[in-house]
């Protein structure tokens, strides 16, 4: 798919990106909620980062999150994996963060908390994600270690849907009403999508889905499964992103007069980043992450700031720090300051 209208390709200076850059960055971020900076690592620093990443994947007693598809970490479809505060990785992030200064500090002050440093890793039989919000006020910032294909999935955006005073009024008045109609339809093809997936790799064998990991992501009741294509959350309604209760009477009559505008004013980009890209995005855009349907993993190294005072309750609802971040927290300033 062409990205290049999201594109902005990164031009350094002994600062970071140059100025010129992070200006063309901030426009993108603040028309479509992402931008894409193709070449912002080099390879060597991309291959430092993977090693770091895989060294703490090999460990079999590291932290998980399981807000993400608690089934897909038990069966190990996805590593939702927070990183700790060592100094390999604060120096790596350290890296990303002073080289992107001029762009995150458009967004971000410097006594804004690092609320996650993780690694968010796919693979084949993971569930495509419900197109979602994450909690506002955050800065989400993703760093291709390793090349994604499109069959890897990447990661996928609604451009435009990001929230700012007075967005509602955009679309004659109708912006949210067509946001949500849009959600709601990628959602139902999201659904389907996923249990004929499901079904497919059952059948192929070529996963090994065992019949009680394919009855566990079609009738589990834990609040973390909310994006598998769970029968029983969508058929009880409870706490799934995509439910039987999306369908009430007034919304399927707004489905019919506004549904084809919905689908007409938004559309989906699927960003799959080359090695060394790096994604910046606002955490109120729709997005989603979509299924690997390979046999390599696709693997970001994540990292996200608060763009605003955020909330502790809220942070635990969508964001999983390792316990050595929440035991010794750190500022953006002070991670831009740690030493190289």
């Known amino acids: 798919m062409d990205t290049s209208a999201f594109e902005v390709e990164a031009h350094l ?6 100025e010129e850059c992070a200006r063309r960055s901030c426009e993108v971020v603040d028309r479509a909620g992402f931008v894409v900076i193709p070449g912002f690592l080099s390879p060597e620093e991309c291959d430092r980062g993977l090693t770091i990443v895989k060294e703490v994947l090999a460990d079999p007693n590291r932290e998980r999150s399981a807000f993400a598809s608690e089934t897909d970490i038990r069966y190990g479809r996805r590593d939702f ?72 999935g990447g990661t996928v955006f609604a451009p435009g849907t990001h929230p700012f005073p007075g967005s509602d009024t955009d679309h004659d008045g109708k912006a949210d009403r067509l946001m949500n109609l849009f959600q709601l339809q990628c959602n139902m093809q999201i659904f ?11 059948a192929s064998g070529k996963t090994a889905i065992t019949n009680r990991e394919l009855k566990e992501r079609l009738m589990s009741r834990r609040s973390a499964d909310g994006h598998q294509p769970n029968l029983y959350q969508f058929l009880t309604g409870r706490r799934s992103a995509f439910n039987v209760s999306k369908f009430r009477p007034g919304t399927l009559a707004r489905l019919l007069m506004d549904g084809r505008a919905a689908a007409d004013t938004f559309r989906l980009v699927q960003v799959s980043p080359r090695k060394g890209a790096l994604i910046v995005y606002r955490s109120d855009i729709l997005h989603a992450g979509p299924d690997n349907s390979t046999d390599l993993p696709r693997c970001f190294l994540n990292l996200n700031l608060a763009r ?33």
């Open 13 to 18: 200076d002994p600062q970071g990106l140059s």
């Open 81 to 152: 994996c927070p990183l700790p505060r060592t100094e390999d990785v604060l120096q790596l992030c350290s890296l990303l963060a002073r080289r992107a200064r001029r762009l995150l500090t458009e967004f971000c002050g410097m006594t804004r908390p690092v609320l996650e440093i993780s690694t968010l890793t796919t693979h084949r039989g993971s569930s495509h994600q419900y197109l979602h919000r994450d909690p506002s006020g955050v800065l989400c910032v993703f760093a291709a270690l390793d090349d994604v294909s499109p069959e890897q």
């Open 192 to 202: 389907r999508h996923n249990l004929r997936v499901l079904w497919g790799l059952k």
């Open 308 to 340: 605003d005072v955020v909330h502790p309750t809220v942070c635990k609802d969508g964001y999983a720090a390792h316990s050595t971040l929440r035991a010794n927290p750190l500022t953006l300033g002070q991670l831009m300051d740690h030493a190289v």
